[in-house]
């Protein structure tokens, strides 16, 4: 079978599903070609992609920029177009309805659609964007969603049909099998971060974006009655971290002999499987995730986890783990504090974690799955 995958810009979670999809397709015998913009195939070591993003549908293309018929007529080669994100999926199907012969086209659902702003223009992008979305998605024969409330959009938007598509972190299975570090080495790798060993560790995986909602994180530090360190590790946008890290540096110095939650930001790392063994509590507090994947890894990890009551996070997390409000700083300090404070509830709650992660599909499951649905229509005739 051939397979044209199609994913604008990404270097986050959408990315690392697509690569690990990738990578099992080509490993069962199927031949693969990927489209994406430049900076993606840089992220993800793509040597071999189509380097085609963002596309132009002008004859005269700016410079940097490729006319799409290019992604038209690539279409007319394969059995499958699988197009993952918003923007692909308008892409994949404009190529797909002038294939001949048409392959299946398949879109993949990773994000809700982002707020519309509050200005007469930002209403009226917002609503042209959903309506090419819409128009995109009842052209394709199957729409996933890497969580419950993506389905329920793409049926919103008209899509014929629709599916539940797990997204699985690859990492899950190496951190279910290793424990936590030890005294000794937790000592000795925080120290070589310059993060201070004496103290409790608050770990936040993510990149730094507005839909991370860090402000809120920075927030729960401050109101958190823990001498702990937040430790954030990711990057992302620059001017939105330096405010992070001045409104951190704000943080009120402890009173007597109370110290003060500090946080630091650590930058991208290569090393986060050492992160998450180190680390006593895990927070997210993003404004929506379908099922996140550093969350998935926190679990098996064996940490407790406090995430946002959003998206696919209840669904992931279930009863092994904390839920609290969007944008409730409060609410993300209190259930730090007593985690921090009752080792029993840390333990039992990131065991349960585990239990959980236990039972999840792993990457392979899912390409297998994958396969099935590139070669069943929507009536279930193969």
């Not at 693969?32 to 913009?37: C, K, L, P, S």
């Not at 006593?280 to 098996?300: G, H, I, Y």
Request: proline share 5%; with cysteine.
């Amino acid at each position: 079978m051939k397979v044209l995958m199609v994913l604008g810009r990404a270097a986050g979670g959408v990315g690392a599903h697509v690569d690990a999809l990738v990578t099992g397709l080509r490993e069962q015998g199927h031949e693969v070609e990927v489209v994406t913009a430049d900076s993606t195939a840089r992220t993800f070591g793509w040597t071999d992609a189509l380097r085609l993003w963002p596309v132009h549908s002008g004859v005269r293309a700016p410079r940097g920029l490729v006319d799409w018929h290019r992604i038209m007529r690539l279409a007319c080669t394969v059995d499958v177009v699988h197009a993952h994100g918003h923007q692909a999926a308008v892409v994949a199907a404009v190529a797909v309805s002038r294939a001949r012969p048409r392959p299946r086209l398949v879109v993949s659902l990773h994000n809700d659609l982002p707020p519309a702003g509050p200005s007469a223009s930002a209403r009226a992008r917002a609503s042209v964007a959903r309506r090419l979305l819409s128009w995109s998605l009842r052209r394709a024969d199957l729409v996933t969603g890497a969580s419950a409330d993506l389905v329920e959009l793409a049926d919103r938007l008209g899509a014929r049909c629709t599916e539940l598509a797990l997204v699985p972190s690859a990492a899950v299975a190496d951190l279910r099998g290793r424990p936590a570090l030890d005294a000794t080495e937790r000592a000795a790798f925080l120290a070589a971060a310059g993060i201070a060993t004496d103290r409790p560790v608050v770990l936040t995986v993510s990149r730094i974006a507005p839909q991370k909602d860090l402000p809120t994180l920075v927030q729960a530090a401050r109101l958190s009655h823990a001498a702990a360190t937040w430790v954030v590790v990711g990057d992302g946008d620059a001017r939105l971290r330096a405010r992070l890290e001045e409104e951190a540096d704000g943080i009120p110095q402890g009173e007597g002999d109370v110290a003060a939650a500090q946080v630091r930001f650590v930058g991208a790392r290569t090393d986060v499987p050492e992160w998450f063994r180190a680390a006593d509590v895990f927070v997210l507090t993003s404004r929506w995730e379908a099922r996140a994947l550093v969350v998935q890894e926190a679990m098996a990890a064996g940490l407790p986890v406090v995430v946002t009551r959003t998206g696919g996070l209840p669904d992931l997390v279930g009863d092994a783990g904390s839920l609290v409000a969007v944008g409730d700083p409060a609410a993300v300090a209190d259930r730090v504090d007593h985690l921090l404070s009752d080792p029993a509830a840390r333990l039992r709650d990131g065991a349960a974690a585990r239990v959980l992660a236990a039972g999840w599909p792993t990457p392979d499951d899912e390409t297998r799955r994958w396969v099935e649905r590139y070669v069943t229509d929507p009536r279930g005739v193969t």
